[in-house]
């Protein structure tokens, strides 16, 4: 009768409260008198409240063990959270989401323009002088020393200033690379809106170009903006933005992509089916998403004159030019679909049936599905987000919205289960010891050492983030050599990194081995080791 | 001299496993057992070489028909193919592996590759490497699961240049890296005794991060004593700026003093010549014959119990497309080096380029499943029984009667 009652105050309570409470009640009940005295029953009731209202406070107050267990679970799925929609936990963070609300935390990663960026990125971002001109600048600056290389062009040079001017080309173009790391190194480490930069890690994987390509190098920073601003976008946006972007036809040569009957001198002779083959296989459909070698020729020729106009002035405002002359007029057949000989629409027609392709659908929900969840991602999350896709129009924001709600996301079976690419390894360190200034030089070889530099995948399928393609000996050596530099302030202007702000940074979630080793080994080398743990290795 | 017998008897006493940490290669490959140990390199060109120009059928019209600026002229003329037998030549910027051809310990196999007909590298390449052609659902490679079936003897018995693990030696088999580049062996924290002996009180478990590092620090204490005692010896091309022929030189050199070391890996990328392939080719292919030619030099007396398979995921168009390049094909060469290699062939099943003759019309045609060739070297070569290679390459029949081992 008592324990009834006074659960029915407590309905509000989670189960797993009740569960805690629950024995406390029976202790009561075994307490009170047996129900055949009726007379003492209110005074019993009385002493029950008491007893049960000292519980509580008791428990409000930490005493009981209860409290810990309840905030462990919510501290590990606000980590989990953090450390899936990000690239790594910072000083403080952990406190501040579990004290905002997970879905708030969430939803304002999902709307990045709702959070004001970081000042001191920004100011950071300004001084690289190469993202503030446009792509036809850097390239017109760049051919300047062309020009002047030229034989025959104006006076003849001498050696030395033939030499001091490849130099000066050379330097310019590397400049050009290293500003464009540099500003995604910093975008990675301070920017507030880190699911945005999480998915530019995403997207620019998934649609891959590499630094060291002809003149990529002047459309790189503009390429990723341009993923940037559709990375929580809509699909079909962000497949036009690469499919009409310099870096892209580049990249993958349909700049060189020509009708075979067009008359233009040069290389220029006939269709090139890379970009057409990637496009299908790696941008939307997927290996098996059911095309042949008949498509990838038709939509090699649906993509005759998708060209660059380096210069400038001819294109749009990105470069992009459709030479009308290289391109081919004859009627196609793409995947079933009849397409008249038109010009550049066709090349727009093709790329509506990509993108709301059920295959495009499953295959751009399995890979999210594995950046996010697991590296074997389940089927039945795929599934869903797979509907939700198509549903939304391929609208990013709403299928990201699906799989961080899923239960398999939060499925703890899948807490602290990716293994961090180097790229994620190193940043999340950088985050973790509050980095904020890091020596840029030292990190590029970092990166060189682990095998993943910023833009330096040369093939078009982009850098994995599985397990299966980073865990391996000679990595795990390079890591925590990596880890012991950092902790020593290799990156930091020889400034060591504080062990014991770390471990707070962290939640101090570290497993009894970790703990262990950390306990036996001298204290200076407790960065080191905390860097180097399981627990940074993967997110 | 008294050196040279000190560290023998320290071998001996030491056992047959076990070699004392920093003897000389000329010791090791004194001590009986362990230096006539059979071993395989496997070098992948990533990206799909076109087979049709390196070994080049000059005596066959459609391929100058095929390829108005892209072929290679005829032996003698100006830039010319170096003539193998009247039929076949070799790419000019391949010269430095032409004595190979000539001391018949090179051999070329024509009209070989994957049975799918996938034109995707990823896949083609995935399928190579897992030896399961069609299969995708393979976890490991072909490389790692022949390691499971050797002798065992690690950790360096299986090593690959790089710092990621290609799917062929993915499995359940640990496996050495060698980092790529000059820098394999210059020192690095873990290399500290106070900071590895931290760490392995963390990664000291049987989880999958552990084992990883217990074969690094194996591995790695064996690679920097072999190499370090070499690294400015004769063999060694000092000053040489490409990647390829450094990390030949030291993949040679762990062979020839570590004599654990049985099976090496290597790859060597940008073959997709999707436009300007001449260009490509004379950049690249004089590096890649330079290490090849300086892995057989550095193998010394080695390299007759050595096999060395070169293969890419399939080739290239028969015709040259718009870019003076070609696009994806089909059947592609194999090339084989090694002391017991019966060189100085192609070997093949060579159908001509008209256009019938081709898979769809328009590539090589696969007449010989790179299994074929591969099961070849596991058999005779590494005295892999035929329950073995059903393990190693599941789901596969010997098909052809390939016999180029001695």
Redesign the interface.
Same mark, same amino acid.
């Given at each position: 009768m008592n324990k009834k009652t006074n659960c029915s105050v407590y309905t509000s309570w989670s189960e797993r409260q009740l569960s805690l409470v629950l024995p406390i009640l029976d202790y009561l009940d075994y307490l009170s008198v047996p129900p055949s005295l009726e007379v003492d029953s209110m005074k019993k009731s009385l002493q029950n409240w008491c007893i049960l209202l000292v519980s509580i406070a008791l428990l409000w107050l930490g005493i009981l063990p209860y409290p810990q267990a309840m905030g462990a679970e919510n501290q590990d799925k606000v980590l989990h959270y953090i450390s899936r929609l990000s690239f790594g936990v910072t000083p403080g963070q952990i406190q501040q989401v579990q004290a905002s609300g997970i879905e708030n935390y969430l939803q304002a990663q999902l709307n990045p323009e709702s959070i004001p960026e970081s000042p001191v990125l920004e100011r950071r971002l300004g001084q690289l002088d190469t993202l503030k001109m446009g792509p036809p600048d850097l390239f017109k600056s760049f051919q300047k020393y062309n020009i002047q290389l030229q034989p025959n062009k104006g006076r003849n040079l001498s050696i030395a200033e033939k030499k001091e001017l490849q130099q000066k080309r050379n330097q310019f173009r590397q400049k050009a690379i290293k500003q464009a790391q540099k500003a995604h190194l910093l975008r990675g480490v301070l920017s507030e809106r880190q699911l945005q930069e999480v998915m530019v890690d995403f997207w620019f994987n998934h649609f891959n170009v590499v630094f060291s390509k002809k003149v990529i190098p002047f459309w790189l920073a503009d390429y990723e903006n341009d993923i940037r601003t559709h990375a929580l976008g809509n699909f079909r946006d962000l497949l036009a933005t690469t499919a009409h972007h310099p870096a892209m036809l580049i990249y993958l040569?349909n700049d060189?992509?020509?009708a075979?009957n067009d008359k233009a001198k040069g290389?220029?002779?006939?269709?090139?089916?890379?970009y057409a083959?990637e496009l299908m296989?790696l941008h939307t459909l997927g290996?098996d998403g059911g095309y042949t070698?008949q498509d990838?020729i038709a939509l090699a020729r649906i993509l005759t004159g998708w060209g660059v106009d380096r210069k400038g002035g001819l294109g749009d405002e990105n470069s992009f030019k459709f030479y009308e002359r290289r391109h081919d007029y004859s009627d196609k057949v793409f995947l079933g679909h009849t397409i008249p000989g038109t010009g550049i629409e066709e090349g727009e027609k093709a790329l509506d049936i990509l993108a709301s392709h059920p295959a495009t659908a499953r295959f751009i929900s399995y890979k999210l599905a594995q950046y996010f969840v697991a590296d074997q991602p389940p089927t039945s999350l795929v599934d869903r987000l797979g509907d939700k896709f198509l549903d939304s129009n391929g609208n990013i924001k709403v299928v990201l919205d699906t799989l961080f709600h899923s239960p398999e996301f939060n499925d703890p079976q899948y807490y602290h289960n990716k293994?961090k690419t180097p790229y994620q390894y190193l940043v999340s360190i950088l985050r973790a010891s509050n980095i904020n200034n890091p020596n840029f030089q030292r990190l590029r070889g970092m990166f060189a050492?682990?095998?993943m530099p910023i833009y330096g995948c040369?093939?078009p399928?982009g850098y994995k983030n599985t397990?299966?393609?980073?865990?391996? !000996?000679?990595? %795990?050596?390079?890591r925590?050599?990596?880890a012991?530099?950092i902790a020593n302030g290799a990156v930091s202007n020889k400034q060591p990194v504080n062990a014991q702000q770390l471990q707070k940074t962290l939640g101090n979630k570290f497993s009894p081995?970790?703990k262990?080793?950390i306990a036996?080994?001298?204290p200076r080398?407790r960065s080191?080791?905390i860097l180097?743990? !399981?627990e940074m %290795?993967n997110r | 001299m008294k050196r040279r017998k000190l560290l023998q008897t320290l071998a001996l006493a030491s056992g047959s496993m076990l070699l004392p940490v920093g003897c000389n290669s000329w010791v090791a490959k004194e001590v009986k057992g362990l230096s006539n140990r059979k071993r395989l390199i496997t070098i992948f060109l990533?990206?799909a070489i076109d087979g049709l120009n390196v070994v080049v059928p000059h005596q066959e019209s459609d391929y100058y028909e095929a390829r108005p600026t892209i072929a290679i002229p005829y032996p003698g003329e100006k830039a010319g193919a170096i003539d193998l037998d009247g039929f076949f030549g070799l790419h000019p910027a391949l010269a430095d592996i032409l004595p190979l051809w000539k001391q018949k310990t090179l051999a070329f196999i024509y009209n070989s590759g994957s049975p799918d007909g996938?034109?995707?590298?990823?896949?083609a390449q995935d399928y190579m490497e897992s030896g399961t052609p069609g299969i995708k659902s393979t976890s490991d490679g072909w490389m790692n699961r022949l390691l499971a079936r050797l002798p065992q003897d690690r950790p360096t018995q299986a090593v690959?240049v790089?710092?990621?693990?290609p799917k062929i030696l993915?499995g359940k088999m640990?496996?050495?890296?060698?980092?790529p580049g000059a820098?394999s062996t210059r020192p690095?924290?873990?290399d500290r005794p106070?900071?590895s002996s931290?760490?392995e009180?963390?990664?000291?478990?049987q989880?999958?991060?552990s084992k990883?590092?217990q074969?690094?620090?194996k591995?790695?204490s064996i690679i920097l004593e072999e190499l370090k005692q070499e690294m400015m010896s004769a063999n060694r091309n000092a000053g040489t700026v490409n990647q390829f022929v450094d990390d030949a030189a030291e993949v040679a050199q762990l062979i020839v003093s570590d004599a654990r070391t049985q099976l090496a890996f290597m790859e060597v990328?940008?073959w997709?010549t999707?436009?300007?392939q001449k260009q490509v080719f004379n950049r690249s292919l004089p590096n890649l014959g330079k290490g090849l030619a300086t892995l057989v030099q550095g193998l010394g007396s080695v390299y007759s119990d050595t096999v060395i398979v070169v293969i890419s995921e399939f080739g290239r168009t028969v015709k040259e497309?718009?870019?003076?390049?070609t696009?994806?094909g089909h059947g592609n060469v194999m090339w084989l080096l090694g002391g017991g290699v019966r060189g100085g062939k192609v070997y093949h099943q060579w159908s001509g380029l008209t256009e019938s003759e081709l898979y769809?019309g328009r590539d090589l045609p696969v007449n010989i499943d790179f299994r074929d060739a591969i099961a070849h070297v596991l058999q005779e070569h590494l005295s892999i029984s035929n329950q073995d290679l059903g393990y190693i390459f599941p789901q596969y029949q010997l098909a052809s009667n390939l016999n180029f081992l001695r």
């Open positions: 040569d060189l992509n020509v075979p290389n220029l002779k006939g269709i090139n089916e890379n083959r296989e290996v070698q990838v293994f050492q682990l095998s040369a093939t399928d397990q299966d393609a980073w865990l391996n !000996p000679e990595g %795990m050596l390079r925590v050599s990596l012991n530099a081995t970790t262990n080793a036996q080994s001298p080398l080191t080791l180097g743990s !399981p %290795m | 990533r990206g996938t034109r995707s590298h990823f896949d690959n790089g710092n990621t693990t993915q640990p496996i050495a890296n060698l980092s820098n690095i924290s873990i106070r900071i931290a760490f009180l963390m990664y000291g478990g989880d999958s991060l990883a590092y074969e690094g620090i591995a790695r990328g940008g997709d999707h436009i300007a497309n718009g870019n003076n390049g696009d994806h769809e």
